[in-house]
């Protein structure tokens, strides 16, 4: 049964930082793309970030770019993700999802998902 298990969320400061991680177990995902997508209170899922299989191709949303890197180790079937200069807005659950294709912003294209996790920014 594949499972992906973000961790890593938690209460941040405005400009601190924080790294989710997302682990994957019941397949190899190392010829998977993988994306991150976040749902903020109130609004609809969107796309944060994604990245090919190789690493060579990454793609970030226009409101976190500069500010977030995303990773993969496919060693140990994980994801990550950088956030730095995290804002008030940056406040929602995370997810994670892998796809097996290109990289996209769309998240329809995801096979799987993991469960997320919550990122508050708040002083």
């Known amino acids: 049964q594949v499972q992906l298990v973000e961790s890593g969320g938690g209460l941040v400061q405005p400009g601190g930082s924080l790294r989710l991680s997302c682990a994957a177990s019941g397949r190899t995902f190392s010829d998977y793309s993988w994306g991150w997508f976040r749902q903020a209170p109130g609004k609809e899922r969107e796309f944060v970030a994604t990245?090919?299989?190789?690493?060579?191709?990454?793609i970030y949303a226009d409101s976190v770019k500069g500010r977030f890197t995303i990773s993969r180790d496919n060693a140990k079937n994980t994801v990550y993700l950088q956030m730095n200069s995290l804002k008030p807005e940056d406040t929602a659950v995370y997810y994670c999802a892998a796809r097996n294709g290109f990289p996209t912003r769309t998240q329809n294209g995801y096979n799987y998902w993991g469960q997320g996790t919550q990122v508050t920014v708040s002083s």
């Open positions: 990245i090919s299989w190789s690493g060579g191709t990454t």
